[in-house]
């Protein structure tokens, strides 16, 4: 199948030819859809904390913080904006080619940015750039505006990332969500020394303007919030990109005849996170801030996930202990009963059949393989129609069934059954993750053992005017943690604020008092 040349190109990519064999076999067969028994609610798996119990986890996850315990903010980062300006994009080069501005306006989201330019954080910017010509904004024509908005002549919103781009408004100054994963940083995941560890992981191309950045902010926050900031970066890896074929499943070349590599999504960054270290790790998206003014729901609602997974874990380290300390044999019957109630009723895990039937050795061992384990706290928002995964029951490989935060494509529709299921879910994913990744001993997990490998994604994209298939790798909240013991934990809809337009800048959770 492969060329010499191709080998030397795969080792140089830092994969293997066996996993380029396994790929293309995944393009042929394709991934098994999940098979869901029941959508999580308020009835089963979704825990609806009252104010008592989020003050109550929020005490003891201050308690326990005030033994130095180690905080991590793990922030993906590396999305570019530019899916932020495809309207404004397609505007630009319509007025390109001869239409007038009136025709542009034919198109809802482009008159809506026109209308309300004034609103945007970046306004002043273009301010400046019309004075630095003498002329005020409203003398400046529309196909200049959209330049000076999305290339480098002007901010260059259209080519960096989203975490540069000024998305709210202060009296003193406007903020990037880098600085408002800062001041979040500050305010729920600082260390009783006053220590704030920040990840992000960014694109090579853009990480030296993102440290540029940091260099400039790190010390205005530092003094403002009282902190010390440690800052560490990382890149999607290219071992785990992914190789691209053609629609007939044969390998996809390029003009020189090497093979095209492709990022594998968002599940490659679990080889990311699994390189750090920490006794409880948030993970939050780069677009999902507030102002000032909208934080108090999240630093609570954060506080809180991390005191559930605190107690959570108090107790799974409890059994994770007996269970290595103790011969099968020399256990109770009433301690097997008990992780048995605990697997059933606190972690939501339905074993396979009969599993409570076995002798006790093999019981000892279903138990210690469910308890050790990495552990998760997801914070679920209500259902409004936005896109993407939620969280669900599915059966495993080894016949338990589990709760799984679920993507769409995963989700056989054309079965009645399961389309049925998938209709009754009440919540959706913002990607709000409280994660404790060590066990009782405190020894780190390898977490690439917890990644189921069947649940990747294939799509339909284009190199050169041609078009190929693609691969991504299991998302990393659903398919890379699908082995992890994991609890929904419904979170105010006010903490999910996310932007995928540049217009959705205009809402209210976004805009200044």
Not at 76 to 92: N, V
Not at 283 to 297: E, G, H, M, S, Y
Not at 405 to 425: G, L, T, Y
């Amino acid at each position: 199948m492969f060329r010499p040349e191709d080998i030397s190109q795969i080792k140089a990519h830092g994969s293997q030819s066996e996993v380029i064999e396994q790929q293309i076999e995944n393009f042929k067969t394709g991934f098994p859809f999940l098979k869901l028994t029941e959508a999580a609610s308020h009835y089963h798996g979704i825990i609806k904390l009252s104010e008592n119990e989020i003050q109550k986890y929020i005490s003891i996850f201050d308690e326990k913080n005030s033994n130095e315990l180690e905080l991590l903010k793990f922030v993906p980062a590396s999305g570019a904006a530019s899916r932020m300006f495809k309207s404004l994009f397609t505007a630009l080069d319509d007025l390109r080619k001869g239409k007038t501005t009136d025709e542009i306006k034919n198109n809802k989201e482009v008159v809506l940015f026109f209308d309300r330019l004034d609103q945007f954080a970046f306004y002043e910017d273009l301010q400046k750039l019309a004075a630095s010509e003498n002329k005020t904004i409203q003398e400046i024509p529309a196909h200049k505006l959209l330049e000076w908005v999305l290339l480098e002549q002007g901010l260059n919103y259209g080519n960096l990332p989203k975490a540069l781009l000024k998305f709210h408004r202060y009296t003193e100054t406007n903020r990037t969500p880098l600085e408002e994963h800062f001041v979040e940083g500050a305010l729920y995941s600082k260390n009783s020394s006053g220590i704030v560890n920040l990840h992000f992981t960014v694109s090579t191309e853009h990480q030296k303007a993102v440290e540029e950045q940091i260099a400039e902010i790190k010390p205005k926050y530092e003094e403002l919030l009282g902190v010390t900031y440690r800052v560490s970066f990382s890149n999607q890896k290219p071992s785990t990109d992914t190789i691209a074929v053609t629609l007939d499943n044969e390998l996809f070349r390029n003009k020189d005849n090497s093979l095209l590599f492709r990022p594998a999504g968002h599940g490659a960054l679990l080889e990311n996170l699994n390189d750090l270290e920490a006794d409880i790790i948030f993970i939050k998206n780069i677009d999902n801030v507030a102002p000032d003014q909208l934080k108090k729901p999240t630093i609570e609602s954060k506080k809180a996930l991390a005191g559930i997974l605190i107690n959570l874990q108090e107790q799974i380290f409890f059994y994770q202990k007996k269970l290595k300390e103790h011969h099968p044999n020399t256990l109770e019957s009433a301690f097997y009963a008990e992780v048995a109630n605990f697997l059933e009723n606190v972690l939501n895990i339905t074993p396979p059949q009969n599993q409570y039937f076995s002798e006790k050795q093999e019981l000892y061992h279903y138990f210690s393989n469910k308890m050790n384990r990495p552990v998760r706290v997801c914070g679920m928002v209500k259902n409004l129609g936005e896109p993407g995964g939620g969280p669900f029951f599915a059966v495993n490989s080894d016949g338990s069934i589990s709760p799984q935060i679920v993507e769409s494509s995963q989700i056989d529709f054309s079965n009645p059954e399961q389309a049925a299921i998938a209709q009754k879910a009440t919540h959706f994913n913002p990607v709000d993750l409280v994660c404790g990744v060590k066990n009782f001993e405190g020894k780190k997990y390898n977490l690439l053992e917890f990644s189921d490998p069947k649940t990747g994604l294939i799509t339909i994209k284009s190199s050169d005017g041609r078009e190929l298939k693609a691969q991504e790798l299991p998302g990393l909240w659903n398919g890379a943690m699908s082995d992890w013991n994991t609890l929904f934990v419904e979170v105010p809809i006010e903490t999910f604020n996310p932007v995928k337009t540049v217009n959705d800048l205009l809402r209210k959770e976004h805009q200044a008092k």
